[in-house]
DNA sequence: ATCTTACGAAACCATTCGGTTGCACTTGAC
DNA sequence: GTCAAGTGCAACCGAATGGTTTCGTAAGAT
């Protein structure tokens, strides 16, 4: 067997970031390690499963590279990779153009509107 | 153990907008009909898949209101509702500001450097 | 050296998911 | 009225998902 700490213990596959975040348990742990490292053990306190369960969310987040490793002693930190989330955002952004451009075009409304009323 | 529903309070919704949004062929629904309003055969001609398997997608769509229907005569066309994507943006926003203010320190120290070098 | 803690892997299970096929209903054309 | 077109729905199927339990191994504590 492989000695614990010096191979790659989870597999580099590539994961959809958008299916990793689609399970809200794995949304709760992004969000609490955005706010500082923390062990599987940890995170797991912080919901109704086992650790083992939290290890295997942190799997599929550190697979689609949203959330990285850090080695120390025993313990394991797991930290938000938030460059990451920019993809998410960027995958936004084409709809964010829209949703403002219907923006605009409603306070254009509104101006006309108030230019006739007064 | 701690006391549970502290993060996953907001998860009782009959459909997850992040759970829609995790499948590709939903994405690219979204896409479409981003441009205009399609009905399910049209949408069904873009994907390998029936039209009856895109008729589930526009149903799931539709659950978390991210698309709306529009009876015309026996045709029905679909439409994105842009601001349901706001919902996306603004769980985003708590992220975007943890990256901003990383690029803010960034450039803080690469201003020290450049005085520095100077 | 021995025990405890922290962890991931593997095996297993129930549920969900995405897809297909077949069917029923409604609308519009003939 | 009859027929074709456009839909949604139900039943079914294989694969994926999320969870648990059991285990092996590494690191720290006694």
């Known amino acids: 067997m492989q ?3 010096c191979i790659l213990m989870f ?3 590539k994961r959809d970031i ?7 348990t794995r949304r709760a742990i992004i ?11 940890a995170l797991a306190e912080n919901f109704h499963t086992t650790r083992q369960a939290v290890s295997k969310h942190l799997r599929i987040l550190t697979e689609c590279e949203l959330v990285k490793p850090e080695y120390r002693g025993r313990e394991i930190y797991y930290s938000l990779e ?6 998410i ?8 153009q829209i949703w403002e451009t219907r923006y605009e075009q409603l306070d254009e ?6 230019s ?3």
């Open 3 to 5: 000695p614990f700490g």
């Open 11 to 13: 597999e580099v596959m």
């Open 18 to 24: 958008f299916q990793a975040i689609a399970d809200p």
């Open 31 to 41: 969000a609490l390690i955005a706010l500082q490292a923390m062990t599987p053990n």
């Open 82 to 87: 938030i460059e990451k989330m920019k993809e």
């Open 89 to 96: 955002d960027e995958w936004l952004e084409q709809y964010r």
């Open 109 to 114: 409304v509104l101006a006309v509107l108030k």
């Open 116 to 118: 006739q009323k007064g």
